[in-house]
């Protein structure tokens, strides 16, 4: 999921170099959101992973 915020990041990147504005603010939106949702689950994953070890 990070993979696919960083791929994002570089589409947003590249089309803002290029002058698509529209494209990187849409591309750059969904890398945050993506990057949010990774948040998310790694710390639900890592609270889970201490409950577990009790």
């Given at each position: 999921?990070?993979?696919?915020?960083?791929?994002?990041?570089?589409?947003?990147?590249?089309?803002?170099?290029?002058?698509?504005?529209?494209?990187?603010?849409?591309a750059?939106?969904?890398?945050?959101?993506?990057?949010?949702?990774?948040?998310?689950?790694?710390?639900?994953?890592?609270?889970?992973?201490?409950?577990?070890?009790?």
């Amino acid at each position: 999921m990070l993979y696919y915020a960083a791929v994002f990041f570089v589409i947003a990147l590249i089309a803002a170099l290029l002058g698509f504005g529209g494209i990187a603010a849409g591309a750059a939106s969904i890398a945050q959101i993506i990057f949010y949702i990774f948040l998310v689950v790694a710390v639900i994953s890592l609270v889970a992973g201490m409950i577990r070890r009790r």
